[in-house]
Structure formats: C-alpha cells, structure tokens
C-alpha cells in the first residue's frame, strides 16, 4: 500500500515562508503525477501545485510566482516551497499521487495557518 507522509506544515506570520515535504512510500517515478492540495474549513479541496512524471509542473493561479513545486528523486520526496504567505493560504494541505492506472493516493494532511 502506498503511503504518503507530509511535514513541514505550522504557524507562520503574513509575509513568511513554509517548505512542506511528501515522502513516497516507493520510487516517485512510479507515479504519473505527484502535487499538492488544500482544503479551507468551509471550502473544497483544491489544486495547489503538481508535477507529473515527466517534469511538467502547474500551479493554480492563486500560488503563481510564490509557491515552488519540487521533487528529489533520490529520496522520493516532493516539495512545495511557500513564500510571501497570506492569510488566505491557511488550510490544511495534502499530497497526493496518481499511479499511472489512475489510482490515487493521499497524505494524511498537514496544518498551515497564516497569521495577519
């Protein structure tokens, strides 16, 4: 079984920085696409960053220019580097992967919350 495991995650005043990390139970090569996901108390979960298998990377609109989705092979982690947070970006945060069948897979979630 596939396991996600996030961290990174915390308080963090308006204006700082956050790196949250997704480490795969198995290679992340093995996946078609790996990213990050966000849920606000009252609010769908949205897309926030993915990369897929090939290097090809989108942001939603909203994290453009401030978040960065990266990945380290060697250690089947992924990232996403958060800076110039806001208030609004306060949610709870999952990484997910999608096997190349289209199964998905998801992390149990880690907190961020931004301070104005």
């Known amino acids: 079984q596939v396991q996600l495991v996030e961290s990174g995650g915390g308080l963090v005043q308006a204006g700082g920085s956050l790196r949250l990390s997704c480490a795969a139970s198995?290679?992340?090569?093995?996946?078609?696409?790996m990213g990050w996901y966000r849920q606000a108390p009252g609010k769908e979960r949205e897309m926030v960053a993915v990369?897929?298998?090939?290097?090809?990377?989108a942001y939603a609109d909203s994290v453009e220019g401030r978040f960065t989705i990266s990945r380290d092979n060697a250690k089947n982690t992924v990232y996403v580097q958060m800076n110039s947070l806001k208030p609004e970006d306060t949610a709870m945060y999952y990484c997910?992967?999608?096997?190349?069948?289209?199964?998905?897979?998801w992390g149990q979630g880690t907190q961020v919350t931004v301070s104005s």
């Open positions: 198995k290679s992340i090569f093995s996946f078609h696409a």
């Open positions: 990369i897929s298998s090939g290097g090809t990377i």
């Open positions: 997910a992967a999608a096997d190349l069948d289209g199964v998905g897979h």
